[in-house]
């Protein structure tokens, strides 16, 4: 068994698929340096050094037969951080190479085509409840800050909805469980890394004036607004999970 480590990135996961051709390797298994925990004293390690050559090589084969909308599925089991993506990732290519010209993403009789179905599902489904459920909240530097911790790694995918809808205003999110985030200063999106945990202690000490009299306003009208005898708290949890409550004013 063969055990290429990479450094967790999208480019260094591809790479280790390339070399896992370019060497050969019949027995392998894909770990990030995040997760590698050497179980096996006897396994050859491999260290793979990104190169977003011999990435672009891999993807640009793939595209032939699974097109952008396939590579974009793997793209999402990627960020859905499960503890066998590369598996996934790397079975979904070895059977690209096996039947060229062939979209082996339709293949659902296949146990691990069938998995990634699934994960892409569930990532989709993350995807669109956060850009429905995330609450901008005004700061007094003017930049409308938002905190998510969702299940899976979407904040790459919902980058390209909040640059295109909110131009005119500055704007922050940050993922808690991740620490890290994006940043729109009217000109530029880009993710950013916090070289330390962001404190968050006392957040609610650092809105402006103007938040506060929304929040208590909006508050109020959600209050005023329902109706206890058609209260549907099955159906409403349907709509809106309770793990996402924690994102919106009118809940707190």
């Known amino acids: 068994m063969t055990t290429l480590r990479y450094d967790g990135s999208f480019d260094g996961l591809f790479t280790a698929i390339f070399e896992v051709f370019e060497y050969k390797y019949r027995e392998v298994e894909i770990v990030s ?32 037969s699974i097109g ?6 793997l793209l999402k089991v990627f960020l ?3 503890a066998d993506l590369e598996a996934l990732v790397l079975s979904a290519v070895r059977q690209s190479v096996q039947f ?23 990532v989709s489904r993350e995807r669109h409840r956060m850009t429905a459920f995330i609450r901008f909240e ?6 409308y800050f938002a905190k998510i911790d969702p ?8 980058k390209t909805h909040f640059q295109n809808r909110y131009q005119d205003q500055k704007w922050m999110i940050y993922d808690l469980r991740r620490q890290y985030g994006l940043l729109y ?11 330390e945990k962001i404190d968050l202690s006392r957040y609610d000490e650092k809105f402006h004036d103007e938040e506060k009299k929304y929040q208590t306003l909006w508050q109020r009208y959600f ?5 206890v005898e058609r209260k549907n708290i099955k159906l409403h949890l349907q709509h809106v999970p309770k793990r996402y409550w924690k994102y919106l004013t009118e809940k707190r």
């Open 33 to 64: 340096q995040q997760r590698f925990f050497q179980e096996n004293i006897f396994a050859e390690i491999h260290e793979v050094i990104t190169s977003e050559e011999k990435s672009e090589r891999v993807l640009k084969k793939l595209e032939q």
């Open 151 to 158: 299940d899976f790694n979407v904040l790459p995918l919902i």
């Open 100 to 122: 060229p010209g062939e979209n082996i993403l339709q293949n659902y009789a296949d146990e691990s085509i069938l998995r990634i179905a699934k994960i892409n599902k569930s």
């Open 138 to 143: 005004k700061m007094q530097d003017d930049v």
């Open 185 to 195: 200063d009217l000109e530029h999106c880009d993710f950013f890394y916090p070289d």
């Open 68 to 73: 952008k909308v396939g590579i974009h599925e």
């Open 80 to 82: 859905s951080e499960e």
């Open 223 to 227: 209050f005023k607004t329902n109706i």
